[in-house]
């Protein structure tokens, strides 16, 4: 089963292979999504400081009733957090608001501030600032693991060339219609564990015939399709749901979609558009 199943990152460290992403799920709901999520078997929680819900997840992992280390935690330097003093602070900061002594993994949101998202500007210098604050985290104790998120090649490039401690996880957007493969083979050529969030492409792929018709073959639904493929690939899927039902559904990815089929996936027509998610910075939209 998928739940009882971990990856390794290059620190020795072992990640549960499957995820509950806890984007634009509200603070006050976020205790009950992680209580829900546990007793469903999940045992890896994604969180962020842009998410807003750090506290409720914190809230959710004293009342889920396991161990604090039968879990893992991930929350994310804000985007916006440029220089190492701003890291420092923002590392504790998320410490303290998710009330633990640690966190299994701290990854740094974006290489550029949202409002700055896919411009020419890659913010090297605050990225090194940044990445220098969560080695020393790390270092500490304060943090298990450390990685980045939404990194191109040039970026991830940046960090490997000037780091003492490398990246364990880049986590990107992949998922049927729009998987950068060029980007996965490398960061996995750099040991460098590769998540992918919106695996579902934030409910757009339902829309989608030729992935319904996949779907339909294995007699499974069309999340557990478009997860199986990330997992296909060797990635970490990060499915966000705080429905119950949905959550177990998740789970349910024991088969294995055939060569031809994953060809098929791989070369589906690229989403163009993301419905009302289409405004947000990863999928294309600029913030006003």
């Known amino acids: 089963m998928i739940l009882n199943e971990n990856y390794q990152l290059s620190n020795g ?5 499957l995820g509950l992403g806890t984007w ?21 929680i994604d969180t962020a400081q842009a998410y807003g819900n750090e506290s409720g ?25 440029k ?3 701003e890291a420092v602070s923002s590392i504790n900061q998320s410490l303290e608001t998710l009330d633990l002594d640690y966190i299994d993994m701290m990854i740094i949101h974006s290489p550029q501030p949202w409002a700055d998202f896919d411009e020419e500007e890659r913010f090297f210098e605050g990225n090194r600032e940044a990445w220098q604050a969560l080695e020393e985290a790390y270092q500490a104790g304060k943090l298990r693991a450390i990685g980045v998120s939404n ?3 040039e970026d991830l490039d940046n960090i490997l060339s000037n ?22 083979a490398y960061t996995q050529d750099q040991g460098i564990l590769v998540e992918a969030y919106s695996p579902i492409a934030h409910g757009e792929l339902f829309k989608n015939e030729k992935v319904a018709a996949i779907a339909e073959k294995y007699d499974v639904s069309i ?56 405004g947000m910075p990863v999928f294309g939209g600029k913030l006003k």
């Not at 880049?170 to 996965?184: G, M």
């Open 163 to 184: 780091c003492t401690v490398k990246p364990m996880v880049n986590q990107i957007l992949a998922h049927i219609s729009n998987t950068p493969f060029d980007l996965i």
């Open 57 to 81: 997840i914190g809230q959710g992992i004293k009342n889920c009733g396991l161990n604090r280390e039968d879990l893992f935690i991930t929350t994310k330097l804000a985007a916006e957090v």
């Open 223 to 278: 999340p557990q399709l478009s997860i199986r493929y990330t997992l296909q690939l060797g990635l970490l899927p990060l499915p966000k749901t705080a429905n119950p039902e949905h959550m177990k559904n998740n789970a349910g990815v024991d088969f294995t979609i055939s060569d031809e089929d994953m060809e098929a996936l791989k070369n589906v027509e690229r989403i163009k558009d993301y419905g009302e998610a289409s």
């Open 83 to 85: 220089s190492y003093e």
């Open 151 to 153: 990194f191109q090649k």
């Open 13 to 17: 460290i072992e990640i549960p292979k």
């Open 24 to 44: 634009f799920i509200d603070d006050k709901d976020a205790a009950q999504a992680v209580v829900d999520a546990v007793k469903a078997g999940y045992r890896h």
